[in-house]
């Protein structure tokens, strides 16, 4: 199996995690529509080899995860507790422990194939 065809499988089952977990926690405050549309999940090769999966989402997916406190445009204080969407998708897909495996599979056998060859 390719890195590519890995890296869709990863993208596959993170983009699935990320999107359930914006309807779990957002949902019933109506707000999940515009953050699970628009968020995500992209690969990133170099020469070939997959170096990351990046999360791509709008600004307040963002804020929502890592929390915010501070002072408005209107000179409000503000303060919002972290959510760990994106973590808690991380975690629950199990995406780390199947790239792990399978990159760590197709690279070992690319080098046993460059040793032989």
Same mark, same amino acid.
């Given at each position: ?24 926690? #957002?949902?019933?405050?109506? /707000?999940? &529509?515009g ?10 090769f @170099? ?6 999966l990046s ?10 995860n890592?929390g #915010?406190?501070?002072?408005? /445009?209107? &000179?409000?204080?503000m303060?919002l ?6 973590? @808690? ?17 197709a ?9 032989? &060859?």
């Open positions: 199996m390719s890195e590519r065809e890995i890296a869709q499988q990863a993208v596959n089952k993170l983009q699935n995690a990320v999107n359930h977990n914006i309807t779990r926690m #957002f949902d019933p405050s109506g /707000k999940a &529509g953050m699970r549309l628009n968020t995500t999940v992209k690969p990133r @170099n020469k070939g080899q997959m170096v990351r999360v791509v989402g709008p600004k307040h997916l963002y804020v929502q890592y #915010f406190e501070g002072v408005k /445009k209107n &000179g409000i204080n303060r507790e972290q959510t760990d969407v994106v973590n @808690n998708a991380i975690e629950s897909s199990n995406v780390v422990e199947f790239l792990a495996q399978a990159i760590g599979e690279r070992a056998d690319e080098v046993i194939i460059q040793f032989k &060859g």
